[in-house]
């Protein structure tokens, strides 16, 4: 069973769903007992970096994925759910994360050219960095997938795929049993479902 930490911040009905399109029983719980007896763990998020840290850290649950991460369960991150692995966000003021990958969120805008839009929205590919990661098994290089942030991973040595966006913004990062994905796996079709099966896979 996938237990899909619902801290009040996610678009959890999509990633049920997306389970259940490929087999998987998926639950959305912010249940402590059932995320610990859970085989694997997403972390969902939307919005502000600030709000969705205080939600998870306040709720108890933050140390429960920090904790059962640790030993070893894996885990992904999805979106903000990816940012909040990261040590720290610089949106709209400094926000801790988990601490589960080492580096730090930061503002696209400090590194894309100024003519391109903001949030980044849209369509955009995969380009894997170094051996292909695991959960991008059953992927090519150059598949697309949905993203929509205005905030990237930075000063991160986890990286894992990058997308082109007037520069190369962390698309994907990974340390040992810990994942994230800066798109949404859940609203990239085909691919997406490759992706969440690879991770049920692990």
């Not at 805008?109 to 894997?128: Q, R, S, T």
């Not at 290089?141 to 795929?161: I, K, L, M, Q, R």
């Not at 997308?163 to 990974?174: E, F, I, N, R």
Request: glycine fraction near 10%; charge should be neutral; proline fraction near 3%.
């Amino acid at each position: 069973m996938i237990a899909i930490v619902d801290y009040g911040v996610g678009n959890l009905f999509s990633l049920v769903s997306s389970f259940k399109a490929i087999g998987v029983n998926a639950i959305a719980t912010s249940d402590k007992e059932v995320i610990e007896k859970a085989e694997k763990i997403i972390l969902p998020g939307v919005g502000a970096f600030g709000d969705a840290s205080e939600k998870l850290f306040s709720s108890g649950l933050a140390q429960v994925v920090i904790d059962q991460a640790k030993k070893g369960k894996p885990l992904l991150g999805i979106c903000l759910g990816m940012q909040l692995l990261f040590d720290k966000s610089l949106e709209h003021g400094e926000y801790k994360g988990l601490s589960l990958i080492s580096g730090e969120i930061r503002p696209i805008k400090e590194v894309i050219p100024a003519n391109y839009k903001i949030p980044h929205i849209g369509w955009n590919a995969l380009n894997f960095k170094g051996e292909k990661n695991e959960i991008f098994k059953y992927l090519n290089e150059g598949d697309f997938v949905y993203f929509v942030h205005s905030y990237y991973g930075a000063n991160c040595d986890c990286v894992t795929a990058t997308a082109d966006y007037g520069a190369p913004l962390t698309a994907s990062v990974a340390k040992n049993n810990v994942y994230g994905c800066q798109f949404h796996p859940e609203k990239s079709g085909d691919v997406g479902l490759k992706i969440l099966k690879a991770f049920c896979e692990i």
